[in-house]
């Protein structure tokens, strides 16, 4: 997985803080999204990160995920 790929969510993950459904609880199954960045430093340091994949959803919404959650798509 890298930076610009397509992405869609295969396992079944509650989130609170979608801007279309704030303070509410919001399963991300089936959305689709693209990398945008992949975190493996912090401040040139290198870190071992829980949720390492960056995934931008929509202009409003952006989350970090971890790659077995994820399937590329083309």
Do not use: C
């Not at 340091?45 to 995920?65: C, D, G």
């Amino acid at each position: 997985m890298k930076v610009g790929d397509k992405v869609r969510i295969i396992k079944s993950i509650i989130v609170y803080h979608h801007p279309e459904h704030r303070s509410q609880a919001f399963d991300l199954k089936g959305t689709e999204g693209e990398v945008i960045g992949i975190v493996t430093e912090w401040h040139g340091r290198p870190v071992s990160a829980n949720l390492p994949i960056y995934v931008q959803f929509s202009k409003k919404f952006k989350a970090h995920l971890k790659e077995d959650e994820l399937e590329v798509i083309s």
